[in-house]
Structures are given as C-alpha cells and as structure tokens.
C-alpha cells in the first residue's frame, strides 16, 4: 500500500487550500485514514480522520469549524479541505491509513500503519 500526498503550496492568511491523498494497492482492507501535520521544531500532531467505508470523521479542536476531511472511496483518495487558514497551519501534511480500529477515536498517529510522503502547506501573513 502506497499513500500520495498532494495539494500544499503558499497561500496567504485567510485563503483556503484542498489536499488529496491517493492510495494505491490493498484500500478495501482500509478502516481509516488520518491528517497529521508537523511545524517546523515540532512534534507531528493529529488533524482529523475519517472511516473509509461510513465517513465518520473526528476532528482536532484546532481544525474543527475550518478543515473538512471527505473521502472518494471510487478514486481511492482522502481530502482535506482546509479554509480559514493562519500561519499557525504552517506545516508538512501527512496522510496516513489503518487497516483496524485500533482504538476507540484513532486519533493517536502510532496506530497508523502506512503514510504518506507529506506536503508542505504555508501560510503567510
């Protein structure tokens, strides 16, 4: 299972960006599939997740209210709609998938099993 991560590039305060994570190989065995960002001199940090068959999704307290995860099960992809954005959402997006439901929320980045290569997203003031 290969996951591409695509969609990153400047923008400025307050636009919005779109992200795409294609898979490739086994995704009917998907549970999940997660956003994770990482700043410059920080940990990786969890986004938002969606199921792969129901699209229940969570989300972190920072991305609710501003970024959408969705999912196109037919094309094998996962979105990350992203508006409202500050620079504080400056990072390197990475997409992960899970073939289980490890645990109840999924939230936690070592219950991911494949990831993808990341995408940096910058947002200028």
């Known amino acids: 299972v290969q996951l591409q991560a695509s969609g990153g590039g400047l923008v400025q305060a307050g636009g919005s960006l779109r992200l795409s994570c294609t898979a490739s190989g086994a995704t009917s065995s998907f549970h999940v599939m997660a956003w994770f960002r990482q700043a410059p001199g920080k940990e990786r940090e969890f986004v938002g997740r969606i199921t792969w068959n129901v699209g229940n999704t969570i989300y972190a307290d920072s991305a609710k209210g501003r970024f959408t995860i969705s999912r196109d099960v037919t094309k094998n992809t996962a979105y990350l709609q992203m508006n409202s954005l500050n620079p504080e959402d400056t990072a390197v997006y990475y997409c992960?998938?899970?073939?289980?439901?490890?645990?109840?929320?999924?939230?936690?980045?070592?219950?991911?099993?494949?990831w993808g290569q990341g995408t940096l997203v910058t947002v200028s003031s």
């Open positions: 992960a998938a899970a073939r289980f439901p490890f645990t109840r929320t999924m939230t936690d980045r070592g219950g991911y099993e494949y």
